[in-house]
């Protein structure tokens, strides 16, 4: 009975976090609609979701979560030192293709976003088989230590947090 009504209680907690932070109050009325939301959405959503991703390890996400606000904060420097100081012919742009072999659709969502939120990369494409990303860098003189990085850094992460 009580998988019914909060089939996914990890997204329902989410939910009801994020409209407290984004309204930025905590009355009555606040909580009575976050929490109306945080329980509507998942059970109206419930059908996308025929197999929920499973975590081995919640501490794991968390630390994950933690790795990627740090290179955001630290690429938001790199970038404005790459913008601000280097000349613009030494700029070297570069597509990368990144292969990928991440369990879940859920997974490879995370590392797509995580490449598009770190500034100066961006995800432009995940192949049809769902085994490579396009990625565009701003700045990257060796492409394959992109690319390498990006799959030690994060992919690899990724796998030991979803099964």
Known sequence: MIARLIPHPGLS?????????LTNSVSLNTLVLALLLGLAIPVLTASYWPDRPRLRSPVRLLCYIGLVVWDVIVANFQVARIILFMPHDQIRSAWITVPIDLPSPEALAMLAGTITLTPGTLTADVSADRKALLIHCLHAPDPDATRDDIKQRYEARLQRIFA
């Open 13 to 21: 907690a989410f939910l009801v976090l994020t409209w407290v932070l």
